[in-house]
């Protein structure tokens, strides 16, 4: 089972940009769908965006859609989320989430099919 390690937030300026990563241990990372989800005080998680394990697909959810671009770097065992224009209510912790097993396509959208998160990381954007 992989171990994930976020990075990459911080403070920025509405219209600014972020790159989070998220690194992953182990030796089978290729293996695991990767999905970045995200949590506001006061609200439930929610789903930014995936990847799947082959990189064919990525889905991202309809608010960050155009503007938030997930990728992975399977020789470094890391996915990453590059966040443009960013608006006061992207401001969350961000969490990546790893789920092996799954069709090579496949990109679930629900945190419940993912069994292994990060710590999280913070990125708050002031308007």
């Known amino acids: 089972q992989v171990q994930l390690v976020e990075s990459g937030g911080g403070l920025v300026q509405a219209g600014g940009s972020l790159r989070l990563s998220c690194a992953a241990s182990?030796?089978?990372?290729?293996?695991?769908?990767m999905g970045w989800f995200r949590q506001a005080p006061g609200k439930e998680r929610e789903f930014v965006g995936g990847?799947?394990?082959?990189?064919?697909?990525?889905v991202y959810a309809d608010s960050v859609k155009g503007r938030f671009t997930i990728s992975r770097d399977n020789a470094k065992n890391t996915v990453y989320l590059e966040m443009n224009s960013l608006k006061p209510e992207d401001t969350a912790v961000y969490y990546c989430?790893?789920?092996?097993?799954?069709?090579?396509?496949?990109?679930?959208?629900?945190?419940?099919?993912?069994?292994?998160w990060g710590q999280g990381t913070q990125v708050t954007v002031s308007s």
């Open positions: 989430a790893a789920q092996d097993g799954l069709a090579y396509r496949a990109v679930p959208q629900s945190a419940q099919s993912y069994h292994t």
């Open positions: 990847i799947s394990r082959s990189a064919v697909t990525t």
């Open positions: 182990g030796r089978t990372f290729s293996t695991y769908t």
